[in-house]
């Protein structure tokens, strides 16, 4: 990128330089007939066919006539010294400019699609404008497998440079055959954020044909296109309702909405609110909360218990409290300590 970014400037500047020489010699062409007669002698489309004769050296002849008007011939091996350098230059660097973008690309896409080849259990982020693009930087933030499908190949490259490296495939979410490159298959979850509900949807109904078992998550602005993202079974998160909500907590929770911004907006801050739910190899099945070894996870806090059989949280469970199979626990704890933790028991 930064290759290309030098040869676009290299072009431009040649071109710009090119022109100024063409405006030169038209104008020279033209003042010189003018000067010689004491009225036009040529035609301003004359002037600017015969500059370019020059520059590029065609050898079509002088069109003008050149040898009863005095300098004219001097002004023509000026303007034939001076740009012929700089258009061989201009075409040179466009020439370079060019083959080096069509070469970069390719390899680029063939780097994308060798990296999402290697993937598995791992996250489709469907479009990356503001939502996507926030998303995506915490799943980099957590050190979590994706790849992002976005149309904006510049947009792409753009957090590329920003965020590093991550694989990332352009093309249109809605198209199973972009989905597929993606590696749709093999996948843990999709998260479709594209501004259009429609989309949305589309890509969600084709997920849900590629890869039934996949988890699925849609922004949606429209309360009736929630309805049926949910009847197919994606989870909706309508942004505009949540950011009055936000706005609302803000003004009567500022303590609490200033931590937890805190804690997911810091860089630095080591701790995360995420959740586990315990598998069948756990031996913390059928024992209570106050088995586990709470030393051994550093900061672990458990906030609350989901039964799988009742969607109603266990807020700020009691250490007495019996774990089952099944159960998620919402805790808080740092990252370390979260991934032993989901290899030990999720």
Known sequence: MAIQHTLKNKSVLAGFFLLVVTVIGTSGYYLLG??????????????LYMTIITLTTVGFGEILDLANVTGARLFTVVILLSGLGLAAYFVSTLTAFLVEGE??????????????????GHIIVCGVGRIGGAIMEELLRTH??????????????????????????????????????????????VISTISDDKDNLCVVVTCRQLNPKLRIISSCKDAEFAGKL??????????????????????????????????????????RIADVTLSERSDLIGQPLSAINFDDFGPLLVMAIIRKDNPQPLYNPQRSVGLQEGDTLVVQTDLDSLERFRRLHG
């Open 144 to 189: 979590t497998d994706f790849v992002v499908i976005d149309p904006d190949e510049q947009r792409i490259r753009k957090l590329q440079e920003q965020f590093g490296d991550f694989p990332a495939v352009v093309g249109d979410a809605t198209h199973a055959g972009y989905l597929e490159e993606a590696m749709v298959a093999v996948a843990k979850g």
């Open 103 to 120: 070469l970069t690309n390719v390899f680029w896409r063939k780097k994308m699609a060798q990296r999402i080849r290697e993937l598995s």
């Open 230 to 271: 949910e009847l197919i079974g994606a989870e909706v998160v309508m942004p505009n309702a949540i950011g009055g909500l936000r706005i609302a907590s803000q003004m009567l929770r500022p303590q609490v909405v200033g931590y937890l911004d805190l804690m997911l907006r810091d860089k630095n801050c080591p701790v």
């Open 34 to 47: 003018y000067l010689e007669h004491g009225s036009p002698l040529w035609t301003l489309g004359d002037c």
